[in-house]
Structures are given as C-alpha cells and as structure tokens.
C-alpha cells in the first residue's frame, strides 16, 4: 500500500487495516514457524505497511 492510498483514508479506515494489517502478519509468523513460507519477503511488507498505516495516524493525531 502507498502513502498516496494510505493519506485518502479515513482515521477509521487506518484503524481497521492496522487491525487486519496485525493479524495477518501474526498469521504469516506461524505459519512461517511451522513451515518456511514460499515468498518470506511478505513479512517485512506487511511489517512496513503497518509503520506506514501507524505513522499516518500519528501524523493526524498531531494535527489535532
């Protein structure tokens, strides 16, 4: 995900993708544990999607 598509969302839209964001990373852990994922570099995607979705959340609450 961009920062261009990340800045059109609504603060509760960003709340709900770091959800979804969380919970697939903490899928993609496991399932990385059980056995090596074929693409592992999705790890660190969805780990940098959730720095972007958290930084511009931040960004709006300083703007308040």
Same mark, same amino acid.
């Given at each position: !995900? &961009?920062?261009?598509?990340i800045?059109?969302?609504?603060?509760?839209e /960003?709340k709900? &993708? /770091?959800?979804?964001?969380q919970?697939?990373?903490?899928?993609?852990?496991?399932?990385?544990?059980?056995? @090596?994922?074929?693409? @592992? !570099?999705?790890?660190?995607?969805?780990?940098?999607? /959730?720095?972007?979705l !958290?930084?511009?959340?931040?960004k709006?609450?300083?703007?308040?």
């Amino acid at each position: !995900m &961009k920062q261009s598509e990340i800045c059109e969302l609504t603060t509760e839209e /960003i709340k709900e &993708k /770091i959800a979804t964001e969380q919970s697939a990373l903490t899928k993609l852990k496991m399932n990385h544990a059980v056995s @090596p994922l074929e693409n @592992p !570099m999705l790890i660190r995607a969805t780990r940098r999607n /959730i720095a972007r979705l !958290m930084t511009e959340l931040r960004k709006r609450e300083l703007n308040k």
